[in-house]
């Protein structure tokens, strides 16, 4: 996948949430954002955002199909993978290789062998009062990181986040979430 020009895509996406904050109903902005995500990234074919509600409820939304649901399926399912852990530890995550990934063992290879997705990245994107989300952009590629992903986060995971997202995100709040994932 290889973000915009200079590298920062959680603030391309925070520009892009910005501009649709306007936008008559959450879901529909979280639908272009999204939609947004495949056009802009380069190598992204299916992206989506993960919802964590204050009573520990996770859901995905936005998806561009079906895929995104079911990878995140899988991790909701075991309880670790990178969204999960982009919203709990406020990092970027960038799997180059699902199919050789260590890092979460139970859903990497399982994502990759079940769904066809390669590479996955995932950032926080937004904190509301009661919500965390992220942003998952998914390729049936692996070797993203060599196909051109630039920015100024060392690969694997960096810090990065957006308070922006979908209407009433409010900058400047922090939460840490974990597998039991809090707002």
Known sequence: MDPTPDGDLAEAFADIARRLHGESSTKKVHERIGRAAV???????????????????????????DVPHQVDAIQYDVGQGPCLNAIAEHEVFLIDDLAIDERWPLFSRRAAEETGVRSMLSFRLFLEEDVLGALNLYSRKAGVRRA????????????????????????????????????
Request: with cysteine; proline share 6%; net charge positive.
């Open 39 to 65: 056009h802009t990234v380069g190598g992204c074919d299916h992206a989506a955002i993960s919802l964590v509600y204050r009573h520990r409820a996770i859901d995905t939304v936005g998806a561009t199909d």
């Open 148 to 183: 051109g992903l630039r920015g100024r986060h060392r690969p694997g995971h960096a810090r990065g986040d957006s308070h922006a997202g979908c209407p009433g995100a409010r900058p400047g709040r922090s939460a840490r979430a974990g597998h039991g994932v809090q707002p």
